[in-house]
Every structure is written in C-alpha cells, then in structure tokens.
Nanobody, 124 residues
C-alpha cells in the first residue's frame, strides 16, 4: 500500500481544513488507517484512527473537533479539522496497516505504510 497525503495549508485559529490520504494497492480495504502529527521539535503523536471495522478513535486533544472518514470507492481517507488551534500546527502523516488492534492503534510502530506528510499551520 502506498499513501499520498495532501490538502495541508495555513489557516487562522478557529478555522477549518480537510486533509486527504489517497492510497494505492488492492489490499487497502483490509487496512486500518491512522493520522499522526509531528509538531515542530516534538515527537510524532497519534491524532486519529479508523479501523477496518469502521470504529473511529481520537486523541483527547482533538476529540470533538476532528473527524476521520473514509471513501473506499476512492481509496481515500480524510481528516476534517474544525476549530483549529495554534497547537494543531504540525506535519500530518497518514499511515496504514492490516495488523492494527485496539491495544496498538495509537502506536506508530503498528503501521507499516506511511505517507510523506502534509504541513498544517494554524496562525493569525
């Protein structure tokens, strides 16, 4: 599975942005997909995941503001981000794996395939 993230950009605090992760590969439908982000000078952190069974998970810091969705017909996963804050500024990565379980879905080591990242900047 190959992943291509896109849609990043600059937005003012309180604004919205949707980023996309397009996948190639016939096995993508069997994969769980997650979003991670890496703020400047910080470690990569979990943002959201959508398991292949349809269940969705969010970091506490984005719960209620971010929504992950998936369009299997387009092999694309989206992260809709609302009420953005300056602390949401980061490079956002999508990742996929067919071996994610509930206990490891927040761990980047559980994911085999990664996109190249897209920059999201929240600033006035």
């Amino acid at each position: 599975v190959q992943l291509q993230a896109s849609g990043g950009g600059s937005v003012q605090p309180g604004g919205s942005l949707t980023i996309s992760c397009a996948a190639s590969g016939r096995t993508f439908s069997r994969n769980s997909v997650a979003w991670f982000r890496q703020p400047p000078e910080k470690e990569r952190e979990f943002v959201s995941a959508r398991r292949r069974d349809g269940n969705k998970y969010y970091a506490d810091s984005v719960k209620g503001r971010f929504t992950v969705s998936r369009d299997n017909a387009k092999n694309t996963v989206y992260l809709q981000m609302n009420s953005l804050k300056p602390e949401d500024t980061a490079v956002y990565f999508c990742a996929a794996s067919d071996r994610v379980i509930l206990s490891n879905l927040r761990n980047p080591d559980a994911y085999d395939n990664w996109g190249q990242g897209t920059q999201v900047t929240v600033s006035s």
